[in-house]
């Protein structure tokens, strides 16, 4: 149990004694929607505070289809906010203030020492700069430096020289029009369909402190306006006391120890990315490939469905933190008319999906099975995939209108759409017909990953009509499915990417392997599968030629869920030998942000996990750490779990029921443990059944010897 939240939370702050060269090395503040990188401009001997909002995206008309959106509707650069200071640079420190959501450091030039605070506040859409002269007369004001509105993968495309993102016939923007009175200015951007997107900033001085508040907003006539009259009704100062009031109770709702304080480092630097990156919003957009800190120069300025929202949302389950998760939920019950028309026009009566890529409204096509004429993947499951994530929202909140609302008619809609291309075969079995296997470059019928995700599909639509006691025309369907859907296919290797087609090429996705994580159909209790399941993901690794970052996160998933710590640690600890940019983000020619956000959820993997109805504590502890604990995390079934560990030994667990659930624990010596509590039941070798009601808690310690 942390005794001061503090104290705990700024020990893992990251610290700069150098100047931040780029936006691998810059420091990044944010509210989930509004974000910030500070680095340092060796060119114009500036501070470069780059601006970024997430819902800020190109608004021209076309049709969209696979990377296409990349160049109709990308995310947009907007600008920067600049110092440029009058003396030489003496000495400099930076520090990313976990606990509070802010930058503060100190510069020494030949001419004065500046310190400096900046945070973009945890609710309201300004971005607050303070400065302060310690001594001397060195230059204390902030300027604003546009950018030009064009398609990041457009300009990737013609900075390396790839024609083959380069659109031929692409219409550039004229500049933005900048305009700086004393003590206040703005920035108007046009776009198409009367839209622009607006800038505006101010300063001004409290006492010895020089302010500049920053505002950021899209819309059409009117908006400059609305915006300036934003930014005036904020007093600086004001500010501070509700921002830090966010930032402190977020920290509190669980926490983890490790013995690898790197680790540990690294993981409440991706809690903390996470509010940075996606908020607490219902009305905030889903998180894509940037996070709020978007680069002027990317091929991937929008949102990737076929992995990277899955990964990058992962870790806020258990972590305790579902709030984070809201723009995802609300970005689907928002746009779930553009997830109907994703699908094939004869299919939209009762199906839905999305493709591989798409801009805030979630259009993005998907193809037929066997068929089509969308351009790219032919992924039928990516919208499936999504719904486990939702799954585990309810699993843990155990929260029924979630349930009735998004997941039952989404999920319904999603499985609808398999349904269509099911042919029975002479043996007896359903298959499907050629569909992709995430990014492995061909086609096969029967593919895995959407094997897999059938199977999760119709397993989770059963258990979702009998809770919310409804009768489906398709229950039947979904048994027979079930019951009757071809065998995954194998071949001396193990899983194949799906029938006739073998693992025989480097492949970064282990979507031919979603049975085993994240869908948990086969798990370190399957020890007759055990030899396959090894075997499959030693395969994979095998040809290590075009592995990414996520691939290392992956395998570390995957050995987790067969109780192997060594091996996941392992894969995790993979992340340091190239992959990891100094400041813990990421990217692949350009930023995606899924990977390190799925480190923080290998971590978790390691201490707990809960799937088909078993908690189990600590399953996948590296043989090195001795000691561990994690308080108010969150398991399936709606509760919330606290736990020790040390030298190979459980020594309490704390076990609190939202639901009233049913509560199966497990771990490998309760003969340890007082179970002299008459809700507990030892059902089986490694298991107790608890007996917990509505609101209820227990607490199991180690026997005193």
């Known amino acids: 149990m942390v005794n001061d ?33 500070l680095y340092y401009c060796e060119k114009e001997k500036a501070f470069h505070l780059e601006l970024g909002r997430n819902d800020i995206c190109d608004t021209r008309e076309g049709e969209l289809g696979s990377t296409d959106v990349c160049y109709q509707n990308p995310r947009l650069p907007i600008g920067a906010m600049e110092w440029k200071h009058n003396g030489d640079i003496k000495a400099f420190q930076m520090e990313l203030d976990l606990y509070h959501g802010q930058i503060v450091g100190k510069v020494e030039t030949t001419l004065g020492k500046t310190e400096f605070q900046i945070f973009v506040h945890a609710r309201e859409m300004v971005l607050v700069i303070a400065m302060k002269n310690l001594e001397g007369e060195e230059n ?44 206040r200015g703005y920035s108007r951007q046009k776009l198409a369909q009367n839209m622009e997107n607006i800038v505006c900033f101010k300063d001004g001085k409290e006492k010895d402190t ?45 926490s983890i120890h490790v013995p690898d304080k790197e680790l540990e480092d690294f993981y409440w630097m991706q809690l903390y990315k996470l509010a940075c990156a996606s908020g607490d919003r219902e009305d905030g957009v889903v998180m894509d490939n940037q996070g709020p800190w978007l680069c002027c120069s990317t091929p991937w300025p929008a949102t990737w469905w076929n992995l990277n929202v899955q990964l990058a949302y992962l870790p806020c389950y258990v972590s305790n933190h579902l709030e984070i998760t809201k723009p995802l939920s609300g970005s689907l019950q928002r746009n779930f008319d553009n997830l109907i028309k994703n699908v094939p026009e004869e299919f939209r009566f009762d199906s839905a999906g999305i493709g591989t890529v798409s801009s805030l409204n979630l259009c993005s096509p998907v193809n037929h099975a066997g068929g089509g004429k969308v351009k790219g993947f032919r992924e039928l499951g990516n919208l499936t995939w999504v719904m486990y994530n939702c799954w585990l929202y309810y699993r843990m909140s155990m929260d029924k209108e979630y349930l009735k609302k998004l997941v039952y008619p989404i999920l319904r809609r999603c499985v609808n759409y398999y349904l269509h291309f099911l042919i029975k075969g002479e043996d007896g079995y359903y298959h499907l017909p050629e569909t992709s296997s995430p990014e492995y470059g061909q086609e096969c019928p029967d593919c895995n990953y959407d094997l897999a995700l059938l199977r999760f599909g119709c397993r989770t639509l059963l258990k979702i009509v009998k809770i919310l006691g409804v009768g489906d025309e398709k229950e039947k369907m979904w048994k027979n499915v079930l019951e009757h859907l071809t065998p995954y ?51 994979w690794w095998s040809k290590p030629e075009y592995m990414a970052g996520f691939s290392y996160t992956g395998a570390s998933l995957l050995w987790s869920t067969l109780g192997d710590g060594d091996q996941a640690l392992f894969y995790l600890k993979g992340l340091w030998d190239g992959s990891l940019l100094p400041n813990t983000l990421y990217q692949e020619e350009g930023p995606v942000i899924e990977t390190p956000l799925s480190g923080a959820q290998c971590i978790l993997e390691m201490l707990i996990q809960s799937h088909n109805e078993v908690i189990r504590l600590f399953p996948a502890m590296p043989k090195k750490w001795e000691e561990a604990s994690f308080d108010h995390l969150l398991a399936e079934g709606g509760f919330e779990v606290s736990a020790g560990y040390e030298k190979g030994g459980l020594m309490y667990v ?41 609101n209820e808690t227990i607490r199991i310690e180690r026997k005193i010897v």
């Open 140 to 183: 204390d004001r902030w300027t604003f430096v546009s950018e030009d509105a064009i398609s990041p993968r457009q300009k990737y495309g013609l900075e390396k020289h790839q024609d083959f993102r380069i659109m031929k016939d692409y219409a550039y923007y004229e500049k933005p029009m900048v305009e700086e009175m004393e003590h």
């Open 654 to 694: 704390e076990i609190y029921s939202k639901a009233g659930s049913p509560c199966v624990v497990e771990w490998k010596h309760w003969d340890e443990m007082d179970l002299s509590d008459d809700r507990i039941q030892k059902i089986e070798s490694g298991r107790i059944s608890i007996q917990l009601k509505e």
């Open 489 to 539: 296919p194998t071949d001396e290797t193990g899983f194949m990417i799906g029938a006739g087609l073998p693992y025989s090429q480097s492949h970064r996705h282990f979507s031919h392997l979603m049975m085993i994580y994240p869908l948990h159909e086969f798990t370190a209790e399957d020890e007759d599968m055990r030899p396959l399941l090894e075997k499959s993901i030693r395969h």
């Open 5 to 37: 939240w503090k104290k705990e939370i700024q020990s893992h702050n990251m610290v700069w004694t150098k100047l931040p060269k780029d936006w691998t090395e810059g420091a990044f503040i944010g509210n989930g929607t509004m974000g910030g990188m």
């Open 210 to 254: 020089f302010y500049t508040l920053v505002h950021i907003d899209q819309g059409k006539t009117g908006i400059l306006e609305k915006a300036q009259k934003y930014l005036d009704s904020f007093y600086p100062s004001a500010l501070w006391p509700s921002h830090t009031a966010w930032w402190e109770s977020y920290y509190k709702k669980s």
